[in-house]
Nanobody, 124 residues
Framework: QVQLVESGGGLVQAGDSLRLSCAAS????????MGWFRQAPGKEREFVAA????????AYASFVEGRFTISRDNAKNTVYLQLNSLKPEDTAEYYC?????????????????WGQGTQVTVSS
């Protein structure tokens, strides 16, 4: 049984940084892409970033604008999302997901397992 547990969210001010972590257990972590998605109240879940199984390739949503960085440590079965220069519009529940593919897909349907989410709140 694959389990994903996110951590690192919190309440910060605009311009601050956060580092989200997602620890995976069960299955074989290193052969699948990992992704981060977010969902704000009243909005649909949207893609944020993804990373290939070996970490060599990444993909980002256009709104990231160079502020976020996704990375992974296959030895620790963990994927990270560094959030810099946070804006109030980044406020959302952030979810990590394990893909069914090895490349950094931006499509929700390419992800099978999801974590419970970690809340990021950015005040102005």
């Amino acid at each position: 049984q694959v389990q994903l547990v996110e951590s690192g969210g919190g309440l910060v001010q605009a311009g601050d940084s956060l580092r989200l972590s997602c620890a995976a257990s069960g299955g074989i972590f290193s052969i699948y892409a990992m992704g981060w998605f977010r969902q704000a109240p009243g909005k649909e879940r949207e893609f944020v970033a993804a990373i290939s199984r070996n970490g060599y390739n990444t993909a980002y949503a256009s709104f990231v604008e160079g502020r976020f960085t996704i990375s992974r440590d296959n030895a620790k079965n963990t994927v990270y999302l560094q959030l810099n220069s946070l804006k109030p519009e980044d406020t959302a529940e952030y979810y990590c997901a394990r893909g069914t593919v090895s490349y950094p897909s931006i499509t929700t349907t390419d992800y099978k397992y999801w974590g419970q989410g970690t809340q990021v709140t950015v005040s102005s």
